[in-house]
């Protein structure tokens, strides 16, 4: 079915514009218009637009929820603000993403449902305290809260990105160095080799093989990178090797404790914000496992919700698992006493972070020099292996 934008004449001969959605074709759509009296004068098919094609930054996303908090907040409706902030946003696909939304609000959806069918913009966390301050009349609040989470998040995303941005580059340059090395160096050595006449090493006629091989296959390899990169991504959607890796990202080595910090702090955090917004505890639990996005963390956390479903304390339901670490179990145990368990937890994110920031840049001193070393030395190799007959050809004549 396709949507038309049609002008069409009434009975009084008075010309009107329209738009048809879910017709098959043009004469479908005038036998419709023939059915309530009108005639159609001319019909365009409307392409559709697919939010999906086009990528929306979180920048975009943290603007958005900024705003509608600050406008819940002033006491406009949510029909004003979405539709204010439709008329505000740049980014063709959130626009047609708001209008949508606001829309399905009109035709008597819930806020949560209506932002439910673009989860994959707005997170698990975000429609987790949208439906709670909807429940609970306290949508302003949740929303200023999602506000904060979200910039706090990107924030270490970015300081993340940062930091790891100078190995990358050189991983990159010495990706780019052997592979000049190994399809324009090594050929012109390999002619030389051939006049001299000389029994070449085990080195070098490897990476002879090499270069033949990236000069005369390369639309091959670029075809099996590609492939292989489709492969795993599709590969990770299958449960049980994404609990298998999840499981090996706690305990791999040099990033094992990082990897498990970084989504413990993510974890707890969700958890922390929900549970200040009023979420019930279990519900609170159950959306903060779906925003770490973890296999371990989604088992450990129906345990939890088992536990404290028997009677338990969330500090002891904590506790029995050594992933979390011992101040955020200490600070849940004080928050729960004095009723402010959302507050403690938020504090004791922030000396995860604290140490999640540490760990980085102890890791990132320790990294850098062993790459431009691993990268010195992987360079060096090739050298050898090209030189290697030439010493050989050279003692021979000596």
């Known amino acids: 079915m396709a949507v038309y934008e049609y002008t069409a004449r009434d009975e009084a001969g008075t010309i009107f514009s329209g738009i048809y959605e879910d017709i098959g074709g043009v004469s479908a759509l005038k036998r419709e218009l023939a059915k309530i009296g009108y005639n159609l004068v001319n019909a365009k098919r409307k392409r559709i637009f697919n939010p999906r094609s086009v990528r929306i930054k979180q920048a975009d996303v943290i603007v958005f929820v900024y705003k509608f908090a600050g406008m819940c907040s002033a006491g406009l409706s949510i029909i004003q603000c979405l539709d204010t902030l439709e008329k505000q946003t740049e980014n063709e696909s959130l626009k047609f993403i708001i209008n949508d939304i606001k829309k399905n609000i009109e035709t008597g959806s819930s806020l949560t449902g209506a932002f439910e069918k673009y989860r994959y913009v707005f997170s698990d966390f975000f429609l987790g305290m949208v439906e709670a301050g909807e429940s609970g009349g306290r949508l302003a609040e949740s929303l200023e809260i999602s506000t904060k989470y979200l910039e706090r998040r990107a924030d270490i ?31 012109v050595f390999s002619k030389i080799y051939r006049q001299l006449g ?45 609990s298998k890796w999840d ?5 791999m080595p040099v990033f094992g404790k990082l990897n498990r910090l970084a989504t413990v702090s993510h974890y707890v955090r969700s958890l922390a914000m929900l549970i200040t917004t009023g979420v019930p505890i279990i519900k609170a639990f159950e959306v903060s496992s779906m925003v770490a996005n973890n296999v371990e963390i989604s088992r450990i956390t129906l345990d939890m919700q088992k536990s404290v479903q028997a009677g338990n304390s969330v500090a002891e339901s904590l506790e029995k698992h050594k992933i ?25 994110v922030d000396f995860l972070e604290k140490d999640v920031e540490r760990i980085t840049n102890s890791l990132l001193v320790k990294l850098e020099p062993a790459l431009t070393l691993g990268m010195g030395a992987v360079i060096g190799l090739i050298l050898l292996a090209v030189y290697l007959p030439m010493f050989d050809y050279m003692a021979h004549l000596k």
């Open 324 to 348: 979390f670490p011992p101040i955020i179990v200490q600070l849940a145990d004080s928050g729960e006493e004095a009723g402010m368990l959302g507050q403690m937890l938020n504090k004791g």
């Open 247 to 251: 499981h090996f990202k706690f305990v």
């Open 157 to 187: 995303q970015n300081r993340l990105k940062s930091a790891f941005i100078y190995p990358v580059i050189v991983i990159i340059v010495c990706f780019m160095i052997i592979t000049a090395l190994v399809a324009f160096v090594v050929p």
């Open 198 to 242: 000389v029994p070449l090493p085990g080195p070098t006629q490897m990476l002879l093989v090499l270069s033949i091989i990236v000069r005369k296959w390369w639309p091959a390899l670029i075809v099996l990178a590609v492939v292989l990169s489709i492969a795993c991504r599709y590969i990770r959607k299958n449960k049980f090797i994404k």
